[in-house]
């Protein structure tokens, strides 16, 4: 046995426990599995064209010398990204600890507790500090636009409105974000000076930067006061930090207020993964993208927290979704609220008057040494008339970056990092240019002292006006003025993780989801400066590290699809379904082929895809699905025959949901081509492909890949992704560029996400577990996925019934169980979920793409103790199940889940013994899991929805 193999590590069974289940599926071996799953015509015919695998120890030596050709200069660029002090109790705690990082979307929220109240409290802070009434973690300005978009067309005034005003101080990649996505749609942008702005009828929405890209702090006050006159909203992109000193945008009449969390202790990481956030008022509750965090109450009428408004899904809305969100990057939420947990408003207030004063302090060097400093207003950012020419190379001598403005003008952000001896490096370098005498000769060191000990420091005059100066209070709450110690906020921490079921105390068999294992190795090098301190708009050739990586990463993706060329700009499945989509739009544009905008996908696909499309411009035709589960070719076939001079693409998961390898996919992609179309995959399901087949040989054209599922990216409660396009030949040139650094194809759409390469430091996670797996190791991982999947399917034949199977009888790599007959003794698909948690389990996928039933998929990294340890607990479930009336739902399920609390009460009156509520099989005792609530109350919380940490008189 080779102990240094990773593969060995990743891949849950080892070779007689595989040999085990084989024998209990009644399979030879597993190439005569994997041959009675896989069609024979579209598997691949030789290995991946991959390096072999790296050892952990090997691997980690390997991303040490790449992450020392990263050069980490002191950057000063700004433009939305600013370096950030991570406090170290928060990256221990949180960024580097599985029962964080390793966590599911709360959709199960008796045990998400923890996480969900550390999005309450994400949500409290940006509340606060925006002054708008609703918050979330989403993405930010383009769905501001959206959702403006969606409030105009019931606002009957505005009814034929199509124009969208954009200030021209508004971040380079923002624009380029609106571009994108206004196009499709029919929204007119235009940009322009705010203060010039004609209040026309035909503009239905505004965006506005605060302060503006360069620096400027504008009071628009008056410009919003119009813009509402005129029944047109506007939408604020606001700096975080800045809202502690400057008016929140909700006092001055903001409908929207959008930005990211970045500087609230997170990486700058090339870029990414961030929490952007979303805040706006509760009358737009209805169409506000993303997850929101609200308050209820649980069976016991306690306090509890779940997601709200959860009919709001595109589950549910599909194509007449306003957004096809459907994660968010809550792990880095969670990260930034409890920043502002452990700093609490003191010590925020502190670190904004601090980077405020600095700002102050460089600003009177430059008004002392001559220099021409041209905001009158600002924040942390100045704007100075030099010669930047001269400029860069002496910053660069002194590893130091500033934003180049044009030959003429350089702008300087200042931050949370920056010290007394970066302030005294800065003095020096504009000193080389200096035109007058050096004035060095003040004691600037003395004024960093007033800044330390918060004594303010006072230039010629005040840059803030008072019109805007902030004069609101924020985080008055109990929760941000409690745990300013590190014992205390460990402790904090450590409550809340214990509140939550993660990937670190038992399985979690999402189908269509595989939380598979997010090894360590993988996980290492995200705490390392070298990658962590690097802005996403410094010069190549100070990231060489990150482009070796990133190039290695995009070659491998080519070869595990079979595609061209790859982008891995999108942060997200949902932007990698918006992205592949574009660039098929683009390619049809190409041809003079504008008016192909019919997009096909069928019913049982997942709800971001019509969303997806409905956003990419395009119009949904569902095709429908046959007896068992597949699309029914026949339909498929009429409907592209049907709309042939108009259509566009079609959008298939494969495997299908259904978790079946269909035989007719190559038939069905030669239809869409036929008939003019291209086809999208959406890569869900890659998790059953990898080495077996491939997206280019199935006949796609675009997929994009979940890395967050099938390339080890953890999950963390719901993010952070990244969800890469892979693109055949023909649809390189289109792939996404970025305003500042240009990249993509020679043809690019405009950008995707506001970074070059997305979330570049989650790409290495991705990166490791390929390059430690290898091509052997990828292969094996797949073939081991279908091998635990039809385990599972084995396992429970007699107790529940499997929906779809393949022709021989075969699952691919999850399968849906049948619950729907359930009903008829009382019990509902949701009750074996709740039931689930008694078990310690968190439960499969609770009815999609099937109402009423489960989608389990128990992914290549769980030994068979653990499947078995799932099966024993679903068997048991079905014997409850038997024992059910539909006339007494006085039962364990129903009552489902137990708590701590009641199986300690002094009075018992339940029907069944506590130990069979609690501890209803034996192995449960050795590692127990409690929810820490009963059954949530959603409907409550719903008709009184309160998000964000509000007074207790307010639960009441």
């Known amino acids: 046995m080779n102990t240094n193999s990773f593969q060995l590590r990743h891949i849950g069974p080892n070779k007689k426990e595989q040999e085990k289940m084989l024998s209990t599926i009644k399979a030879d071996s597993l190439e005569q599995l994997i041959n009675e799953t896989v069609p024979d015509n579209i598997r691949l015919k030789n290995d991946l064209d991959l390096d072999p695998a790296m050892s952990e120890y090997e691997y980690l030596a390997h991303i040490k010398t790449l992450a020392d050709k990263n050069k980490v200069f002191k950057s000063y660029i700004g433009l939305g990204y600013h370096e950030a002090i991570v406090p170290s109790v928060i990256q221990r705690n949180i960024l580097e600890n599985p029962g964080w990082y390793t966590a599911y979307t709360p959709y199960q929220a008796e045990i998400a507790q923890g996480r969900l109240e550390a999005l309450l409290n994400f949500q409290t802070m940006v509340s606060d500090l925006t002054g708008m009434e609703l918050a979330n ?71 506005l930067q605060y302060p503006g890209k360069l620096g400027q702090v504008f009071d628009y006050e008056d410009f919003v006061a119009k813009a509402n006159n005129n029944n047109i909203k506007v939408a604020v992109a606001a700096d975080i930090l800045s809202l502690v000193k400057l008016k929140a945008p909700g006092e001055f009449g903001a409908s929207v207020v959008v930005g990211t969390t970045q500087r609230f202790g997170i990486p700058l990481g090339y870029g990414g993964p961030h929490a952007a956030f979303f805040a706006t008022k509760e009358a737009y509750k209805r169409s506000i993208p993303g997850r929101i965090i609200g308050v209820t109450k649980d069976k016991n009428g306690e306090f509890a927290l779940r997601m709200a408004l959860q009919t709001r899904e595109q589950h549910i809305k599909r194509e007449r979704a306003t957004s096809n969100i459907c994660t968010a990057q809550v792990l880095l939420a969670v990260m930034a609220g409890m920043y502002a947990v452990y700093h609490g408003k003191e010590g925020i207030q502190f670190i ?21 400093q041209l905001n009158s207003s600002y924040f942390d950012t100045l704007l100075v008339e030099i010669d930047a020419i001269r400029l860069k190379p002496i910053a660069e001598s002194f590893q130091v970056n500033f934003n180049y403005v044009s030959d003429h003008l350089v702008s300087i952000s200042i931050n949370e990092a920056t010290t007394e001896k970066d302030l005294m490096q800065l003095f020096t370098i504009f000193g080389q240019l200096k035109p007058r005498l050096n004035p060095l000769n003040e004691d600037y060191s003395g004024h960093f002292s007033q800044i330390l000990t918060q004594e303010p420091f006072h230039s010629n005059f005040e840059v803030i006006p008072e019109n805007v100066v902030r004069n609101t209070s924020f985080l008055d709450n109990e929760i941000f003025n409690t745990y300013q110690s590190e014992t205390a906020m460990m402790r904090y921490i450590k409550k809340l993780e214990r509140k939550d079921l993660a990937l670190n105390h038992s399985m979690i068999s999402l189908g269509s989801c595989t939380m598979k294992l997010n090894a360590a190795s993988e996980m290492l090098p995200l705490s390392n400066p070298q990658w962590g301190n690097i802005h996403p708009f410094v010069p190549l050739n100070q990231a060489e590290g990150y482009h070796e990586v990133l190039r290695r990463l995009e070659h491998q993706l080519n070869i595990i699809t079979g595609f061209a060329g790859t982008s891995l700009q999108p942060n997200s499945g949902a932007q990698g379904e918006f992205a592949g989509l574009m660039t098929i739009r683009a390619y049809h544009q190409s041809r003079n082929d504008s008016h192909r905008n019919i997009c096909i996908i069928p019913a049982s696909a997942h709800g971001t895809n019509p969303a997806s499309a409905v956003m990419a411009g395009m119009k949904v035709v569902v095709t429908k699905t046959d007896e068992n589960g597949n699309i029914d070719v026949a339909d498929l076939r009429a409907k592209a025959e049907q709309h042939s001079n108009n259509l566009a693409a079609l959008m298939v998961t494969y495997p299908s949901t259904h978790g079946v390898f269909e035989s007719a996919i190559q038939e069905i992609t030669k239809i869409i081509h036929d008939h003019g179309g291209q086809v999208y995959m959406d890569g869900a399901n890659m998790n059953a492909q990898v080495g077996l087949t491939n997206p280019a040989t199935i006949g796609a054209d675009v997929c994009h890949l979940n890395l967050h599922k099938t390339f080890a990216i953890p999950h963390g409660g719901g993010g952070p992704g990244v969800g890469p396009i892979c693109v055949a030949p023909q649809l390189v040139p289109f792939l996404p560029t970025n305003p500042i650094i240009k990249i993509g194809g020679k043809r690019a759409i405009t950008a995707i996400s506001g970074a070059p390469w997305g979330s570049a430091l989650a790409c290495l996670i991705s990166y490791g577990y390929i390059t430690m797996l290898g091509f052997r190791g990828l292969t094996n991982s797949t073939k081991n996925a279908i091998l635990n999947a039809n385990y599972i399917k084995e396992r429970l034949q007699g107790h529940y019934d499997t929906l779809y199977t393949g022709e021989k009888g075969r699952a691919a790599h999850e399968m849906i169980i049948d619950c729907r007959d359930f009903k008829n003794k009382g019990i509902e698909v949701v009750d074996i979920a709740k039931r689930l948690m008694d078990y310690g389990f968190h439960s499969p996928t609770v009815s999609f793409p099937v109402g009423g039933t489960m989608m389990i998929e128990p992914t290549e990294s769980e030994s068979i103790a653990e499947l078995d340890r799932f099966c024993d607990a679903m068997i048991s479930i079905r014997e409850e199940i038997k024992n059910a009336t539909k006339e007494d739902d006085n039962n364990p399920l129903k009552n489902a889940p137990h708590t701590q609390a009641m199986l300690t009460a002094d009075e018992w009156n339940l029907p069944y013994s506590r130990k069979q509520a609690a501890f209803p099989l034996p192995y449960i005792a050795d590692n127990k899991f409690w929810p820490t609530v009963r059954r949530v109350d959603d409907a409550f919380g719903d008709r009184n929805l309160i998000c964000s940490c509000n007074p207790i008189e307010d639960y009441m």
């Open 137 to 207: 973690a989403s993405t930010a300005a383009a769905e501001a636009m959206a959702l403006l978009f969606d409030v105009r067309e019931r606002a009957k005034k505005k009814a034929g409105a199509n124009k969208f005003f954009v200030s021209d101080e508004i971040l380079p990649q923002t624009l380029s974000l609106l571009q994108t996505r206004s196009t499709p749609i029919g929204i007119e942008l235009v940009v322009g000076n705010h203060e010039e702005f004609d209040f026309g009828d035909d503009y239905f929405g505004a965006i």
């Open 352 to 372: 904004a008057d601090s980077v405020h004063n600095k700002t102050k302090l460089v600003a009177n060097y430059f008004e002392k040494a001559g220099f021409k």
